[in-house]
C-alpha cells in the first residue's frame, strides 16, 4: 500500500504496434501484456553507502492468465544511469540494448505470476535520483512471435520524505531582499534598453491614425501592420492627422531610436533590423491587459528611447532530435524570441535519436531516422529513446520538417530578423545519419547495385573499434576514412544550401557538431588505418578528427559557407577524464570558423576564455549558466537534469560575460571552490574579448516530452538570456569594491523581477497564444508564531492553508502576515491559475 505521504504520477504512453522480432520459442495467446501493471518507487540515494541509487519495480498481473515464465521482454528507457543496472532479485537479468533502452528478462527462478500476484524487483544505477524524470519509461512488451505491447500506464511513488523540495525558509532568506516596485515606477521594456524617458501623455492608437515609411522598411510595416489588426482589426488609414513613421537614420546596425508624442509614433534606424527591434519595444510598452482580448484602440505611453544591443549574436539552441517539436511550435518559438529581440536560432536537428530534416534524394533520413519504435533490428527505424516506446506514433519521439515545412520556418524567422543555424551533428552524435544510410546500403545491395549502395555509407562495415559515446551508443560515429563520408555531407549541404535559396533566407554558415567524439574510436578500422599510412601527417585519431574537420570546412567554403561547430572542433576527441586544451589551428583561426564554448566545468573553466584568446570566434555556451535542461529547483516533481546543480532565472541573469569567474562560488557538485581557485585560470585577454561574440541558451531535447514542457523549460530563463545579450553591460558588473558589487547586483534582480512578474509574465499569459512558463515557490518564514510570505516574482498570488490541505485557487490569499499553528502550505498562482511548488512550514 501506497502511504499518504506518497505522490503518485500517471505517465500515460502511446497506443500498441506489431512488429517481428526472430526469436523462437512457444507463442503464449492468452495473456495480455496491456493487463501487466507496473509501479516504479524511489528508495534511496548513495545505497549502502556507495555512489548509485536504489528503486524497485513491482509487476502486479491483472490479467484472467497467468504472466507466461518464460519467453517474453518488457523494454523500458532509462536516462543517465549508466549501462549496469542490477537486479537484486534473482528471478531477472536486464540488459543494457543501446543509448537509454533496456530490457528486463526472466530467468528460469522466475516461475509466473497468476491473476492479482505481484512480484518486485529492486535495482541498483549510477548517479542520484532527483526527480520524476530519473524513473524508467516508456514500457512495452516483446513476445516470442515480436510482437510488441505498449504498458499503458506506469504508477510512479516516491515518499515525500526521502526526496525533499525547495526548503521554505531557505526560499524566504533568497527572496529577502526583493522589495514591491510599482508598475508605473518600471520601465516596460526589456531586455533593457541603453536609455530610457517618460514623457507626458500617451499616444491613442485607433483606426484613425497612418503608418508612413519608405521601400527600404516595407517588411516590417507589413508586420507591424498584421501585429496592430490582430489586437484592434484596425488598418493604417491614409491622410489622418496621427501618424507612425518607420524611418531611415544613419544609427549602427542593429540600433534604433523610438519616440513616442501624443500625436506620432516614430522609429528610426538604418537597418530593418533596427525598425523591427524599436517595434517590439513599441509593443512592450502596451499595458498588459492588450494581449488578452481586442480592443478598439491602444495606449501608448509617450517615451523616448535610443537603444542597441552590447553582442551581435543573441541566440538560442533547440535540440528536436531527442524529442520533437512540431512547426507550429517551432514559429512560436521564433515569435518569443522576436520579442526579446534574440536574432539567432540554432536548430539542431541531427543527433543519435532523430534526424528530423527532409534531404531531397535520401529518404532514408526521414523513413528511418525520424522514426523510432519497435523493431528496430534491421535499421526499419530507430529504436525507442526517452520514453518514445515501442509506437512511430508517438509524436515527440517520430517526426519531421519537410522541405516545404522548413522553407515556411525560414521565412517566417526572416521576417523576424532571425537567422537560422542548420546544425548537422558529426562524426559523432550521428547515429541517426549513421543507422539511415545503412538502411539505404541494405535496400540496394538488395538490388545488386553497390556502386549506390556505397555512395553515401557512413560506416567502416570492417571498423572493430570499441568505444562508447556520452550517451552509451557503440554504433554513432561516421568513418572519415570513406570518400562516401563526404559525399553525404555535400548532398546535406547541398540539400539546406537549396532550400535556403527557396526561402530567400541568408545562409553563412553550418554548425557542423563535433562535440563529443569518444575515445577508442576509428582505432581499429581498415578504412582509417589505410588513410593513416598513405598520409604520413595523421598519427592518431586525433589527427584523423581534424583531418575531417579540414575536409568539411572546404566543402562549406566551395558554398561560401562558413564552419561553426563545438568547441571540440578546437580540442580534439574526448578524453576518458574530460580534461580539455584549446588548440591553436592556424586554418581555422584563419577562415573565421567560430565555436560555442560549454564545458567550463570539472577543472576546465576557462575554456571559453582559451578559445577566445586563441582567436576564435566564441559564442558563450556555458553549461551551467545556460543549459536550459537543468531542473530549475530541488523537488521530485521539476522536469530536468541536476547533474549540474540546478539553475533558475537569478543564476542567469548573474553571469558576467568578460569575467564569468567572478560569480562562481561553488562547482558542479555543489563544493564551494577553494580560495584562490580562479586566479590560476586563464584570464580573458583585450584580443579574446574582441572573439567574444556573444551569448547562447541551449534547451537539449532528452527530458522535453510536450511543446509545454519545451515552454515551462525555456521561460522565463529566455527573458535573463536575452537581457545578459542585449542590455549595455550594468554597473554592477564593472563594480570591484565587493560589498558594492553585491549591493548594486541586488538592486538590478529587483527590478527585473518586478518586471517579470508584474509585466512580462503576466502578458506571456496571452501572447500569441500563451505560454508556459516556471512558477517559483513561496517562501515563508515563522517569527513568534507570525507567518510572513514572500515570492521571487513580485504581483503573482500567494496562497495558503492552515489544516495540512494543499492550497488551491480557492484558498486564501496572502496580504499580511499573520497568526497561525500546525502545518502552513503555501503556493504561489499566476493569473490563469496555474501554480508553482508547494512549500510549507510547521508551527508549533
Not at 495473456?31 to 524497485?56: C, M, T, Y
Not at 543555424?421 to 547515429?431: K, L, N, Q, V
Request: charged content about 20%.
Amino acid at each position: 500500500m501506497i502511504s499518504k505521504a506518497a505522490v503518485i504520477i500517471l505517465l500515460m504512453v502511446g497506443t500498441c504496434t506489431q512488429g517481428s522480432y526472430g526469436q523462437s520459442g512457444k507463442q503464449q495467446k492468452n495473456f495480455n501484456p496491456k493487463n501487466l501493471h507496473v509501479e516504479w518507487r524511489f528508495i534511496k540515494n548513495n545505497s549502502d553507502g556507495k555512489s548509485g541509487a536504489l528503486a524497485a519495480l513491482t509487476f502486479t498481473n491483472k490479467d484472467q492468465q497467468s504472466v507466461p515464465q518464460s519467453n517474453w521482454k518488457l523494454y523500458f528507457s532509462l536516462r543517465y544511469h549508466g549501462i549496469n543496472l542490477h537486479a537484486e532479485n534473482s528471478m531477472f537479468i536486464i540488459d543494457h540494448i543501446a543509448g537509454d533502452l533496456f530490457c528486463i528478462r526472466p530467468t528460469d527462478t522466475f516461475k509466473g505470476l497468476n491473476y492479482g500476484q505481484s512480484t518486485k524487483m529492486e535495482y541498483t544505477c549510477q548517479g542520484t535520483i532527483a526527480n520524476y524524470q530519473d524513473a524508467p519509461s516508456g514500457f512495452f512488451w516483446v513476445n516470442t512471435h515480436n510482437a510488441a505491447h505498449i504498458i499503458p500506464s506506469v504508477n510512479i511513488t516516491y515518499n515525500s520524505g526521502s526526496l525533499k523540495g525547495a526548503d521554505a525558509r531557505v526560499v524566504f532568506e533568497q527572496n529577502k531582499d526583493i522589495t514591491d516596485i510599482p508598475l508605473t515606477k518600471l520601465s516596460g521594456i526589456l531586455p533593457s534598453p541603453v536609455s530610457f524617458k517618460k514623457e507626458k501623455g500617451n499616444f491613442i492608437w485607433d483606426k484613425n491614425v497612418e503608418l508612413v515609411t519608405n521601400g527600404d522598411f516595407k517588411n516590417e510595416a507589413d508586420y507591424l501592420k498584421a501585429e496592430i489588426k490582430s489586437l484592434t482589426g484596425n488598418s493604417s488609414s491614409a491622410g489622418s492627422r496621427k501618424k507612425v513613421i518607420l524611418r531611415k537614420n544613419t544609427l549602427s546596425e542593429e540600433a534604433y531610436e523610438l519616440v513616442v508624442k501624443p500625436d506620432s509614433i516614430v522609429i528610426a534606424a538604418s537597418s530593418g533590423a533596427g525598425i523591427f527591434y524599436g517595434i517590439q519595444s513599441l509593443k512592450n510598452l502596451l499595458p498588459v491587459s492588450t494581449w488578452s482580448a481586442k480592443h478598439t484602440e491602444l495606449i501608448v505611453p509617450c517615451v523616448t528611447i535610443h537603444d542597441a544591443p552590447r553582442f551581435p549574436v543573441r541566440a538560442f539552441m533547440l535540440d528536436v532530435s531527442r524529442n520533437f517539436q512540431s512547426k507550429q511550435e517551432i514559429l512560436k518559438l521564433l515569435d518569443l524570441m522576436a520579442l526579446y529581440k534574440l536574432n539567432t536560432f540554432h536548430f539542431h536537428f541531427i543527433d543519435d535519436e532523430g534526424w528530423r530534416i527532409e534531404i531531397p534524394g535520401l529518404p532514408e533520413l526521414t523513413s528511418v531516422g525520424s522514426n523510432r519504435g519497435y523493431p528496430f533490428d534491421q535499421n526499419q527505424r530507430l529504436q525507442p529513446s526517452y520514453g518514445s516506446g515501442a509506437s512511430t506514433a508517438d509524436k515527440m519521439g517520430s517526426g519531421y520538417y519537410s522541405k516545404k515545412d522548413f522553407i515556411e520556418i525560414l521565412k517566417y524567422a526572416k521576417t523576424r530578423h532571425i537567422k537560422i543555424i542548420p546544425e548537422i551533428e558529426s562524426p559523432g552524435h550521428s547515429r541517426a545519419a549513421v543507422k539511415s544510410m545503412l538502411a539505404r546500403y541494405q535496400r540496394y545491395m538488395k538490388a545488386g547495385d553497390r556502386g549506390k549502395a556505397e555512395q553515401y555509407l557512413l560506416t567502416d562495415l570492417k571498423d572493430s573499434s570499441k568505444y562508447m559515446s556520452a550517451q552509451y551508443f557503440n554504433d554513432n560515429v561516421m568513418n572519415p576514412g570513406l570518400t562516401s563520408t563526404y559525399n553525404f555531407i555535400e548532398k546535406v549541404v547541398d540539400g539546406f544550401v537549396s532550400m535556403y535559396k527557396e526561402a530567400g533566407a541568408e545562409l553563412d554558415m553550418i554548425h557542423m557538431g563535433g562535440d563529443e567524439v569518444p575515445d577508442g574510436t576509428w582505432e581499429r578500422s581498415p578504412q582509417i588505418n589505410k588513410m593513416m599510412k598513405t598520409d604520413t601527417s595523421l598519427h592518431n585519431v586525433n589527427d584523423v578528427f581534424l583531418y575531417y574537420f579540414m575536409k568539411v570546412k572546404d566543402i562549406l567554403a566551395r558554398h561560401n559557407l562558413r564552419l561553426y561547430a563545438w568547441e571540440e572542433l578546437t580540442i580534439g576527441t574526448q578524453k576518458n577524464d574530460n580534461s580539455r586544451k584549446v588548440l591553436k589551428i592556424p586554418g581555422f583561426i584563419k577562415d573565421g570558423v567560430n565555436v560555442d564554448a560549454w564545458f567550463n566545468v570539472v577543472g576546465n573553466e576557462d575554456i571559453p576564455y582559451q578559445a577566445a584568446n586563441a582567436g576564435y570566434k566564441t559564442v558563450l555556451t556555458c553549461l551551467d549558466y545556460f543549459y536550459f535542461d537543468l531542473a530549475w529547483q530541488k523537488s521530485f516533481h521539476e522536469p530536468g537534469d541536476e547533474w549540474l546543480g540546478y539553475l533558475d532565472t537569478k543564476k542567469v541573469l548573474s553571469f558576467i560575460p568578460y569575467n564569468y569567474y567572478r560569480n562562481a562560488t561553488i562547482d558542479y557538485a555543489g563544493k564551494p571552490f577553494p580560495a584562490g581557485y580562479f586566479d590560476k585560470k586563464l584570464q580573458l585577454t583585450d584580443e579574446g574579448r574582441q572573439n567574444i561574440t556573444g551569448i547562447q541558451g541551449a534547451l537539449w531535447g532528452e527530458n522535453i516530452r510536450s511543446a509545454k514542457q519545451m515552454e515551462y523549460m525555456v521561460l522565463p530563463r529566455l527573458i535573463a538570456l536575452a537581457e545578459k545579450c542585449w542590455a549595455r553591460a550594468p554597473q554592477w558588473e564593472k563594480e570591484k569594491d565587493t560589498s558594492r558589487f553585491a549591493a548594486l547586483y541586488n538592486q538590478y534582480w529587483n527590478v527585473f523581477v518586478n518586471q517579470l512578474g508584474k509585466q512580462e509574465l503576466p502578458k506571456l499569459t496571452a501572447y500569441h497564444g500563451g505560454y508556459t512558463f516556471w512558477i517559483p515557490s513561496a517562501g515563508i518564514s515563522e517569527v513568534n508564531g507570525q507567518i510572513q510570505a514572500n515570492q521571487q516574482f513580485p504581483g503573482m498570488k500567494i496562497r495558503y492553508t492552515t489544516n495540512g490541505s494543499e492550497p488551491d485557487n480557492n484558498s486564501p490569499i496572502y496580504l499580511r502576515p499573520f497568526k497561525a499553528k500546525g502545518v502552513v502550505k503555501m503556493k504561489i498562482f499566476d493569473e490563469k491559475d496555474r501554480s508553482g511548488e508547494t512549500t510549507s512550514i510547521t508551527v508549533n
